[in-house]
């Protein structure tokens, strides 16, 4: 499905050579392989430099989110949370204003990027503000005192954001193309700038799947079981921060996925993060490869915001799905 | 067999003592029961064994304090059945039980063939194979208690504690799942630790049966020196008739008072 989506992604496109040459060409690229695709030099340039690192970097954003929501949801027992509900991308986006408003021209020549580690560190801080809020005014198995506390966080982080913004006007260009995202604008750079985060936090959440089952029974038997609940959860809470905040970094907000997916692959195939986890990873960027089409050829020359397709695409197939599940019982 | 000894076990939350000074001896393959009222602290001393709720004192299990023990290795030496276990109902039985071997597997390593191998021998012997993929959710009390007892018999550990393991079951099911635990019991060789309200049926399948009332040990023995009719009015508040069935089984039948 990934790999269908990936070509699909490079097969469309409002410029370009005709969609079936493509594929042949890509074939020819690869060692060992001639296949004469008609595909000429400029024609594979836009493919190789304008569309596969958009489809590259919206797969890796789908997987990442859709991943990390599937972990926050194991590691705080709730199945509403996601990385925008808690905080994490408004806490990201932050990070990255503080980031433009210090010093954005000096800082991106640095060894490290420090836009990806300021989003980091605020959409850790952010987590960790609504689940201490959540947990304390809630007990732990509120599933509602998380949410509305995610609410209140984002909400703060918004108007602190504005704030700054505000004192800071000439960057208000910058931040706000950043925070739309830059997936249309991809380059291979923007690919090398998050992957090494999500390579990390995706390896390290899929090791993480079995024992996100066995806090499934609760902390206190998950304890008697010989789990160290708390370290596990930090760990977690910690890479799937990294990754979310590393992908806001290039793609903005884009809501719907971390919480969607999910649950899509729970009714397929179950609610067992074994399968969850590593499922939710590939349909998560086949998902994101595949709403960002409609986006780039609706209303061509311009663009529609992948957000909007996201939510256009989502709520009729999590409606599909809900659906056949009922019938089939 | 392994013993289980208690040394001064106390267990605090915040300024409420709810254990205090606890201590007894459980012996090899002895079925110890503490019964006692609501708030007496029987809850607190199983969650302080399985390391819920921290404790001062020593719990010593077969000559080594479980202070030294790492979680791991407390979870392969006591498993524990609380009193609601959480059962989501989106799990199926096998992944339930799985769950039980959780003490064998390294933090990012998977089950190995031994540990599906031992599930699916648990699932026969409990004569539960039909419910491997039934839904969690889809099940009735008395196989939930039954799904949950498999758990913690698939983490082959020696000694086994029970919260309140009849208390939303109905008398034939309570039966079945202390049949079920005395079978186990005599099978492997388990040392077993349960707190139960039910005082005829604490006393008709446990050795020996401790008083606890506000978290101190009142009075330990057999059914015949512990159920005695003085001893639970003053500490449960209750007139009751204790029966002497001719087999030496205890029956605790509550008296209404007579009205005034």
Same mark, same amino acid.
């Given at each position: 499905?990934?790999?269908?989506?990936?070509?699909?992604?490079?097969?469309?496109?409002?410029?370009?050579?005709?969609?079936?040459? !493509?594929?042949?060409?890509?074939?020819?690229?690869?060692?060992?392989?001639?296949?004469?695709?008609?595909?000429?030099?400029?024609?594979?340039? !836009?493919?190789?430099?304008?569309?596969?690192?958009?489809? @590259?970097?919206?797969?890796?954003?789908?997987?990442?989110?859709?991943?990390?929501?599937?972990?926050?949801?194991?590691?705080?027992?709730?199945?509403?949370?996601?990385?925008?509900?808690?905080?994490?991308?408004?806490?990201?986006?932050?990070?990255?204003?503080?980031?433009?408003?210090?010093?954005?021209?000096?800082? &991106?020549?640095?060894?490290?990027?420090?836009?990806?580690?300021?989003?980091?560190?605020?959409?850790?801080?952010?987590?960790?503000?609504?689940?201490?809020?959540?947990?304390?005014?809630?007990?732990?198995?509120?599933?509602? %005192?998380?949410?509305?506390?995610?609410?209140?966080?984002?909400?703060?982080?918004?108007?602190?954001?504005?704030?700054?913004?505000?004192?800071?006007?000439?960057?208000?260009?910058?931040?706000?193309?950043?925070?739309?995202?830059?997936?249309?604008?991809?380059?291979?750079?923007?690919?090398?700038?998050?992957?090494?985060?999500? =390579?990390?936090?995706?390896?390290?959440?899929?090791?993480?799947?079995?024992?996100?089952?066995?806090?499934?029974?609760?902390?206190?038997?998950?304890?008697?079981?010989?789990?160290?609940?708390?370290?596990?959860?930090?760990? =977690?809470?910690?890479?799937?921060?990294?990754?979310?905040?590393?992908?806001?970094?290039? &793609?903005?907000?884009?809501?719907?996925?971390?919480?969607?997916?999910?649950?899509?692959?729970?009714?397929?195939?179950?609610?067992?993060?074994?399968?969850?986890?590593?499922?939710?990873?590939?349909?998560?960027?086949? #998902?994101?490869?595949?709403?960002?089409?409609?986006?780039?050829?609706?209303?061509?020359?311009?663009?529609?915001?992948?957000?909007?397709?996201?939510? #256009?695409?989502?709520?009729?197939?999590?409606?599909?799905?809900?659906?056949?599940?009922?019938?089939?019982? | 067999?392994?013993?289980?000894?208690?040394?001064?076990?106390?267990?605090?939350?915040?300024?409420?003592?709810?254990?205090?000074?606890?201590? +007894?001896?459980?012996?090899?393959?002895?079925?110890?029961?503490? !019964?006692?009222?609501?708030?007496?602290?029987?809850?607190?001393?199983?969650?302080?064994?399985?390391?819920?709720?921290?404790?001062?004192?020593?719990?010593?299990?077969?000559?080594? %304090?479980?202070?030294?023990?790492?979680?791991?290795?407390?979870?392969?030496?006591?498993?524990?059945?609380?009193?609601?276990?959480?059962?989501?109902?989106?799990?199926?039985?096998?992944?339930?039980?799985?769950?039980?071997?959780?003490?064998? @597997? &390294?933090?990012?390593?998977?089950?190995?063939?031994?540990?599906?191998?031992?599930?699916? &021998?648990?699932?026969?012997?409990?004569?539960?194979?039909?419910?491997?993929?039934?839904?969690?959710?889809?099940?009735?009390?008395?196989?939930?208690?039954?799904?949950? !007892?498999?758990?913690?018999?698939?983490?082959?550990?020696?000694?086994?504690?029970?919260?309140?393991? %009849?208390?939303?079951?109905?008398?034939?099911?309570?039966?079945?799942?202390?049949?079920?635990?005395?079978?186990?019991?005599?099978?492997?060789?388990?040392?077993?630790?349960?707190?139960?309200?039910?005082?005829?049926?604490?006393?008709?399948?446990?050795?020996?049966?401790?008083?606890?009332?506000?978290?101190?040990?009142?009075?330990?023995?057999?059914?015949?020196?512990?159920?005695?009719? +003085?001893?639970?009015?003053?500490?449960?508040?209750?007139? =009751?008739?204790?029966?002497?069935?001719?087999?030496?089984? =205890?029956?605790?039948?509550?008296?209404?008072?007579?009205?005034?």
């Amino acid at each position: 499905m990934l790999v269908l989506a990936l070509l699909c992604g490079a097969m469309i496109g409002p410029a370009g050579p005709t969609w079936w040459r !493509i594929p042949l060409e890509l074939l020819n690229r690869l060692p060992l392989l001639t296949i004469h695709s008609g595909v000429s030099e400029s024609e594979w340039n !836009i493919i190789w430099l304008v569309r596969m690192p958009r489809v @590259v970097l919206a797969g890796l954003v789908g997987c990442t989110l859709s991943i990390a929501g599937a972990s926050y949801q194991g590691v705080f027992r709730n199945p509403l949370v996601d990385p925008y509900l808690l905080g994490v991308a408004a806490g990201a986006g932050l990070g990255a204003t503080f980031v433009f408003t210090i010093n954005r021209a000096g800082s &991106s020549t640095w060894l490290i990027d420090p836009l990806p580690l300021a989003a980091f560190g605020c959409g850790l801080a952010a987590v960790l503000v609504t689940y201490v809020v959540g947990t304390a005014f809630g007990g732990e198995r509120s599933s509602t %005192t998380l949410v509305l506390a995610g609410v209140a966080v984002t909400s703060l982080v918004t108007a602190v954001q504005a704030f700054l913004l505000q004192r800071h006007s000439d960057v208000m260009r910058e931040v706000y193309s950043w925070i739309l995202g830059r997936l249309s604008t991809a380059t291979w750079t923007d690919v090398r700038l998050v992957l090494p985060y999500v =390579v990390l936090s995706t390896t390290v959440l899929l090791f993480h799947r079995r024992l996100l089952d066995v806090l499934r029974v609760g902390d206190d038997e998950a304890t008697a079981l010989g789990a160290h609940v708390n370290r596990i959860r930090l760990v =977690v809470v910690l890479f799937a921060t990294l990754g979310t905040a590393a992908v806001v970094a290039v &793609s903005g907000l884009i809501g719907f996925v971390g919480i969607i997916v999910p649950h899509a692959v729970r009714l397929l195939v179950g609610a067992s993060y074994r399968v969850v986890l590593p499922l939710s990873f590939l349909l998560g960027g086949a #998902f994101l490869i595949t709403a960002d089409i409609p986006g780039r050829i609706l209303s061509n020359p311009a663009e529609t915001p992948i957000g909007v397709v996201t939510a #256009f695409l989502g709520a009729p197939f999590f409606l599909l799905i809900l659906r056949t599940r009922q019938a089939s019982r | 067999m392994t013993s289980l000894n208690f040394e001064k076990v106390s267990v605090q939350y915040g300024h409420r003592h709810a254990v205090v000074e606890f201590s +007894e001896v459980v012996r090899p393959g002895e079925w110890l029961c503490l !019964i006692g009222p609501n708030g007496a602290g029987k809850s607190s001393l199983l969650r302080a064994i399985v390391g819920i709720v921290s404790f001062s004192g020593n719990i010593v299990v077969d000559g080594a %304090t479980l202070h030294d023990r790492n979680a791991r290795r407390r979870a392969q030496l006591v498993a524990y059945v609380p009193q609601s276990p959480v059962m989501p109902s989106d799990m199926n039985a096998y992944e339930y039980v799985l769950l039980g071997r959780n003490p064998y @597997v &390294s933090h990012f390593g998977s089950e190995s063939v031994h540990d599906t191998a031992m599930v699916n &021998s648990v699932f026969e012997r409990l004569d539960l194979s039909d419910f491997t993929h039934r839904q969690l959710g889809e099940l009735s009390g008395g196989e939930r208690q039954r799904v949950a !007892i498999a758990r913690a018999v698939a983490q082959e550990a020696p000694i086994l504690l029970l919260d309140e393991p %009849t208390s939303s079951l109905d008398i034939g099911h309570q039966q079945q799942a202390l049949e079920l635990v005395d079978k186990l019991r005599r099978e492997h060789g388990l040392t077993v630790v349960s707190a139960m309200h039910d005082l005829t049926l604490a006393g008709s399948y446990a050795d020996r049966l401790v008083l606890m009332h506000e978290g101190h040990r009142v009075v330990g023995g057999t059914a015949q020196e512990v159920l005695r009719a +003085e001893t639970l009015a003053e500490f449960y508040g209750v007139s =009751v008739h204790v029966h002497h069935e001719p087999d030496g089984t =205890v029956a605790v039948i509550p008296r209404r008072s007579l009205r005034t």
